[in-house]
C-alpha cells in the first residue's frame, strides 16, 4: 500500500482511501482529503516534517504521521 | 431585535467583516467556561440587529471546541439568518461548511468576499447558477473595501423577516439519500420539522453528541445504527466517509460549472511565490530568525524597553508616586495612608501598568504576523520540535517572548488555537527565565559563585528542561489526554497587513490585560503591602519600619520550616520568595531591607557578605531553582488568569508551577548533599522518591493511547 507519506515532493497524487479513525481522520477529510481528490505535495518543512499540500485550490499541512493514514495513488 | 449570525472558515476575512457591519459598537468576551473568544456588536444603523460573531471553523463537526461553540449556538439560540462568510479564492473548501449549514433550516445569505482579488485575477464566479444550486441568496462583497457588506446584511435581515429558510440539498447519492430519508422519518417526533435533515445527516455520522442531545430511545437508536451499518458495507468505507465525500463530491461538481479562471491551473500566485522562499528547506530557518529577532529585539530589548523604563521610573516612580506622596503628606494624610496609596496601590498597579506599552508593541507585531499570514508558518517551521513535549509549533513566540516577560509571553499564546496546547503553554511558558529573575540569579552568582557566567546559561537551561518535562508530564496527564491535536493546518496566502484589524486586535489584548489582570493584580499588591507594612512590635499593633518586625516576617517564619528541605529554612528566606510575587526583582531588594540595607544595587553586591554567610553554594543554587520555577510574579499569575478564563485552572497552572519548583530543588539539594557531603538524610529518601515518581510520570506509556486503540464502529451505539 502506497501512502502520502511515501509520495515525492513536486509529485500530484490520487487520494484512494483513508485509513484511521476519529478525530484526525475527520479533520482531514474536513480539510478537504476525501476519496479521489488530487493532491499536490508541495515541500516539507525545513526540519523534515511536516509536509505542505496543494489540494482543492489552498495549502495544508500535515504531519507525516498523518500523511500515512492517506492511501494513495 | 432581529439576531445575525456570522460563520465561515478561519482567514475567509470575517473579523474584517464583522468590523465593518458593527463598527466600534462591540462588545467582545468569552464563551462560557472556555478561553474561546466571543464578539458580538450591534449593526450600523440598525439599533434593533446584532451581529454574533462565531469561531472561525471548517466544519460542524464534534470534535474540536470551536466548532462545538458553534453549532451549539446555532441550535440552541435559533439566530434569526446567517451570514456565511466564503473566501472566493478558496472557494471549493470553503463552500463544504455551507453544505452543513444548509442543513440547519435557518435562513442564510452567501456572502462572496475577496471578490476585488477574484476580479483582478480575471477570474469569473456565475453567482446566479451558484444561488441557483445551493438554494440560497448569495452577495458579491469585499470585506476590506467595504463593497457590498451592507447588502449582505439588508439581505440578511429581509430573509428574517420573511423567514425564508433553504431547502435542504441532496446532496448524496441516492442510496444514501434513501437511508437519511429513513433516519428523518423515525426522528421525525422528536425534532422539529426544519432541522430533520440536520438531524438525520448527524445520525447517519454516528455523532455521539447528537445521540445525547436528542435523547433517543435504545431501541430507535438501534435501529438507526443498523441502517448506517447497512450503507457502510454497501459503500465499503465508514459514515463520517461517506458524507464528507459526497459533500465535496457535490461541490467539485458545481465548482466545475460556475468558477471560470483566467489563468491555467498551475499557476503560481504571488502568495506561492513569496512561501516558495519564506518557508524554502534551506531559507526558512534564517528568514525565521531574523524575524523572530526583530520582534524581541523591537518589543523587549529596544522600544520596548525604553518606554517601560519610562513608564515605570519616571511616570509611576518620579511623577506620580513622588508628587502624590508630597501632596499627601503637605495635605497631612496619615502615614499609614499614604505608604498605602504611594507604594501599595501606585507601586502594585504601576508595576503592572509598566508592561503594558511594551505589551502593546509586541501585540502590535504579532498582530502584524497573523494578519499578513506568517503566524501559521511559524507553527509549520517549529512544529517538528515543540510536539515531542506535547505543545504546538506556535508556543514558540510565547516562549521567546517570556524570555523578556511573562505576562506578554502568556498573552501571546492567544495564537494558539488548539485549546489544550494554549493551556500547556500557558503553565509552561513561565519556565523560561523573565528579565526580572536575572537579577536573582545575579545576586547569588555574585556572592556564592565568584560571579561565574555558568550560572545564569544554566538558569536558562533549568528553565527550558522544566518545559520540557512539564510538556511530557502533562501531555500524559487526565487534564489533557483523549484531546489529541491534530495538526492539520491551512496555510493561509500572504496579504498585506490591514491596519484597522492590527490596532483593533492590538487593543483588544492590550485593553482586556488591563481591565482583568488589573484587579487580581491590585489586590494582591495591597494585601502584601500590608503584610510586610504592619506588625506587633513590643505589643502594640503598629506600623513597622522595615519588614523584620511585620506580620509577613512572622509568616515567613511559620513557613520556613517548609523550606529547610530545600536548604534554606531561614525565614528571610521564605520573606523574599513571598515578596518575589509583586516582581521577582523583589526578591534582591527584600534581602537587602532584611539584613539592613535602606538600598541595594540591582545584583545586591552590599548584602553578598551576609548571602555567603547564610548560605552554602548548594543552597544558593536550590534557592535559585526554587525561585526561578514557582508562582510567577503577580502581574504573570492575572494575564494566567484572564487567558485560562477560569480560576480553577488558574489555580492548578499556580499550583503545579509551585510544587514542581519545590521538587526540582529538593532533588537539587538532597543529591547535591549526598554527593558532595556523603550526607544521608530522610530528605535524601524524599528526593529520591520525588525523582523516582518524576521519571514515572516522564516515562510511562500516555494512557489516551489505549482508549484510542478502541474501534469507534465496535462501540455499542446506544452508548
Known sequence: MRTLRDGQIGETVTVVKLHGRGPIKRRIMDMGITKGVTILIR???PLGDPVELNVRGYELSLRKADAEMIEIQ | MIKIALVGNPNCGKTTLFNGLTGGNQYVGNWPGVTVEKKEGLLQGHKDVTIQDLPGIYSLSPYSLEEVIARGYLLQEHPDAIINIIDSTNIERNLYLTTQLLELGIPMV???NMTDIIRKRGDVIDTCELAAKFGCAVVEISALNKEGILEAAEQAILLAQTKMVPKPLALFENKIEKVIGEIETIIAPQVVAGESRWYAVKLFERDQQIVKMLGLE????????????ASEDQEDDDAESIITAGRYGYIAQVI???VHKAQAPGTLTVSDKIDRIVTNRILALPIFAFIMFCVYYISMSGVGALVTDWVNDEFFGEMVAGNLSAWMESAGCAEWL????VEGIVGGVGAV?????QMLILFLMLSILEDVGYMSRVAFIMDRIFRRFGLSGKSFIPMLVASGCGVPGIMASRTIENDRDRKMTIMTTTFIPCGAKMPIVALFAGALFDGSGLIATSAYFIGVAAVIISGIILKKTKMFAGDPAPFVMELPSYHMPYATNILRSTWERGSSFIIKAGTIILLSSIILWFLQSFGYVDGAWEMVEDNNGSVLAVLGNTIAPIFAPLGFGKWQAAVASITGLIAKENVVSTYGVLYGFAEVAEDGQEIWSNLAADFTQLSAYSFMIFNLLCAPCFAAIG?????????????????????FAYVMALIVYQFGLYFLEGHWSLGTVAAA???ATLLYLLFRPAPEEAAEAIDMKKISWNE
Do not use: Q, S
Not at chain 2, 435504545?218 to 451499518?229: H, Q, Y
Not at chain 2, 501598568?353 to 506599552?357: A, D, E, I, M, S
Not at chain 2, 484572564?642 to 509551585?658: D, I, L, P, Q, S
Open chain 1, 43 to 45: 515541500k516539507v518543512a
Open chain 2, 110 to 112: 452567501l456572502a462572496l
Open chain 2, 218 to 229: 435504545p431501541a430507535t437508536t438501534e435501529l438507526i445504527g443498523k441502517l448506517v451499518a
Open chain 2, 256 to 258: 466545475n460549472r460556475i
Open chain 2, 338 to 341: 499614604t505608604g498605602l496609596v
Open chain 2, 353 to 357: 501598568l509598566g508592561f503594558v506599552p
Open chain 2, 639 to 659: 494575564a494566567i488568569r484572564r487567558e485560562m478564563n477560569n480560576a480553577k485552572w488558574t489555580a492548578f497552572a499556580v499550583g503545579y508551577m509551585c510544587g
Open chain 2, 689 to 691: 522518591f520525588c525523582l
